[in-house]
């Protein structure tokens, strides 16, 4: 299980690309076209790229990032970098029923995707950011 009470939250853990929706949307290729029901905005809380979705569709988010990201986690995942889990750390970390994508652990930037399902059981928030 990931534990993140222990992830440390440093500076440079923090998104690279800030407060430009157009820059986040650019490092993933196709995005529009591929989820064309999704209108993505900025979301200044987590300085990251959030859209809406529904339960419904979501086999085709998880499609998409399933392609573009190569490394997929969810609350019980044992197989995580330093990087990465201090990276999640900065959005909560990620509950039963939440999951994730990441690029593999390199030495440049990392893209990240985060799947938030909502309460009400319908909605679910897809967050991606770059790190």
Known sequence: ???YATAPVR?????????DLSAVLSWFPKVAEDLPGIRWTWDGRFAC????TTVEDLA???????RQLAFRFDSQSRHVSAR????????GGVRS???GYTDPEGAGPQR????????????????????
């Open 1 to 3: 299980m990931i534990s």
């Open 11 to 19: 500076d440079e853990y923090r998104p690279i690309l800030q407060n």
């Open 49 to 52: 790229v959030v859209g809406v």
């Open 60 to 66: 085709d988010t998880d499609g998409y990032l399933s």
């Open 84 to 91: 990465q889990l201090a990276y999640i750390a900065r959005f």
């Open 97 to 99: 029923g939440q999951r």
């Open 112 to 131: 990240f995707a985060l799947i938030w399902p909502w309460t009400d059981g319908v909605h679910v928030s897809i967050r991606l950011a770059v790190a």
